[in-house]
């Protein structure tokens, strides 16, 4: 199959273009910059120049394409409005280079999405529609108009060598505080995967995945955040300490948002439906790694 991936230079997507090429399909890869492009093409990947914004780049993507991947998302939280409103208009412009056919077209979206709280979240629980991020209610509504479009949600901590997201983003928060915190008695809960197991089950869900369904990337249901913030003290040997929820925002900044949520989320009916079983370490194990912390100084920033 050839197969059109977007975001597919990123620390996400590169392992699913490896793990695409690996199964013996082709990749069509997007790519925004002469960096992007020869990595790609490193890894054995087809280039396709474009990026999120030049709708027309998607669409020719697309059509020359046996089925899409979509892991590309413009991770800037101080335009987080402008940027779920890209990832919108990318989705309803992918999906509609594939009408008329039954080519796969996978859109990731996020656990911490789910409308449901608090308690353990499952691949049948809907979207929150007050995010302002709209990936599912896009890929739902092309799905409704016969497109054959899933969603996959990833976990708040996508893992592993190479990770420049919220996981680093606490490392570099406890190196330049001093101290590694969590909010609370931070019993709260983060689920997580390793990126080679969420590559694994993209290429599944490609391969065997039903329009209009959702499937859950989440290998650890629920690590304490106070479990990771232990790990990370540990890691660059800093106190761990709590943090009152008022004094969170003074710490944690934008983070302190999303490291207070408590958001357990289940794979069960994932792994049940497509026979997907985690096996690369689990967050607190990979923490425990060297990898983490040895260009800890230079986690500064969200960007894929």
Do not use: C
């Not at 890929?139 to 190479?162: D, K, Q, Y």
């Amino acid at each position: 199959m050839r197969v059109f991936v977007t975001g597919a230079t990123g620390f996400i997507g590169t392992a699913v273009v490896r793990e695409l090429i690996d199964a013996g399909h082709q990749v069509l890869g997007l790519a925004r910059s002469d960096a992007g492009a020869k990595s790609l093409i490193a890894a054995g990947a087809d280039v396709h120049r474009g990026s999120l914004e030049d709708l027309e780049s998607l669409r020719s993507g697309a059509a020359a394409a046996d089925g899409v991947i979509h892991t590309a998302f413009i991770h800037d939280f101080s335009n987080y409005v402008p940027a779920a409103e890209a990832d919108r208009r990318a989705i309803e412009t992918l999906g509609a280079a594939l009408a008329g056919s039954d080519r796969p077209f996978i859109v990731t979206s996020g656990t911490l999405l789910v409308q449901r709280q608090g308690s353990l979240a499952t691949e049948e629980d809907a979207h929150n529609p007050n995010f302002p991020r709209k990936s599912e209610e896009a890929a739902l509504g092309l799905a409704a108009h016969g497109i054959r479009a899933s969603v996959l949600r990833l976990p708040p901590s996508v893992h592993g060598n190479g990770d420049h997201g919220f996981v680093p983003r606490l490392i570099s928060i406890a190196q330049e505080k001093g101290v590694s915190a969590y909010i609370g008695d931070g019993i709260n809960r983060w689920p997580a995967v390793h990126r080679l197991d969420a590559a694994h089950l993209y290429r599944l869900v490609l391969e065997k995945g039903t329009g209009g369904a959702s499937y859950h990337s989440v290998a650890d249901e629920g690590v304490p955040t106070r479990e990771i913030a232990a790990a990370i003290g540990r890691g660059l040997n800093v106190p761990v300490v709590s943090k009152s929820h008022e004094a969170a925002a003074d710490h944690f900044g934008w983070m302190a948002r999303f490291f207070g949520i408590d958001s357990p989320a289940s794979s069960s009916l994932t792994q049940e439906r497509l026979g997907w079983k985690p096996v690369q370490p689990e967050l607190i194990a990979d923490l425990n790694a060297e990898h983490y912390f040895e260009h800890a100084a230079d986690a500064v920033a969200l960007h894929s």
